[in-house]
């Protein structure tokens, strides 16, 4: 029997650039992402509340750790064995996976999706940022 990942959640609020740590994340039956923090309650999928959206984004664990034990969420830039360039982790949904570009050049111009545990061990890549705090380590 497969073990199910662990469903964990990081939100970045982009007002105040920094990360918030949810309390509790649930779906009601109306498919609207409910979401409190620090007494806060946010509702991302109610129209009434459509700037929410535009304040926080939600990134996703990928169910993966880094070579030093650090859970991999969407955003993060992952240093990578044997690899020239920093990479920035993605959800794919027609793959249903996570994983990021590989990208051939420096210009950044080609690259081909590889999903996390295709590509290597866990032994393999390192955390050096994520794309909020640390947008530099992509840049050609």
Same mark, same amino acid.
């Given at each position: 029997i497969r073990s199910m990942r662990q469903l964990k959640f990081r939100v970045w609020n982009k007002e105040d650039k920094k990360y918030v740590s949810p309390s509790h994340i649930a779906i009601n039956g109306n498919g609207v992402l409910l979401i409190t923090y620090s007494g806060m309650y946010l509702d991302f999928k109610n129209e009434h509340y459509t700037h929410l959206s535009q304040k926080y984004v939600i990134q996703q664990f990928t169910g993966l750790s880094d070579k030093n034990g650090v859970d991999i969420y969407e955003g993060d830039i992952l240093e990578i064995f044997n690899h020239s360039q920093h990479e920035a982790v993605e959800?794919?949904? +027609?793959?249903?996976? /996570?994983?990021?570009?590989?990208?051939? *050049? &420096?210009?950044?111009?080609? +690259?081909?999706?590889? /999903?996390?545990?295709?590509?290597?061990? *866990? &032994?393999?890549?390192?955390?050096?940022?994520?794309? /909020?705090?640390?947008?530099?380590?992509?840049e050609p």
């Amino acid at each position: 029997i497969r073990s199910m990942r662990q469903l964990k959640f990081r939100v970045w609020n982009k007002e105040d650039k920094k990360y918030v740590s949810p309390s509790h994340i649930a779906i009601n039956g109306n498919g609207v992402l409910l979401i409190t923090y620090s007494g806060m309650y946010l509702d991302f999928k109610n129209e009434h509340y459509t700037h929410l959206s535009q304040k926080y984004v939600i990134q996703q664990f990928t169910g993966l750790s880094d070579k030093n034990g650090v859970d991999i969420y969407e955003g993060d830039i992952l240093e990578i064995f044997n690899h020239s360039q920093h990479e920035a982790v993605e959800y794919e949904p +027609g793959g249903s996976g /996570f994983g990021f570009f590989t990208h051939d *050049s &420096a210009n950044r111009d080609f +690259g081909s999706f590889q /999903f996390l545990s295709d590509w290597t061990s *866990s &032994a393999g890549y390192m955390i050096v940022g994520n794309i /909020f705090e640390n947008p530099e380590l992509l840049e050609p």
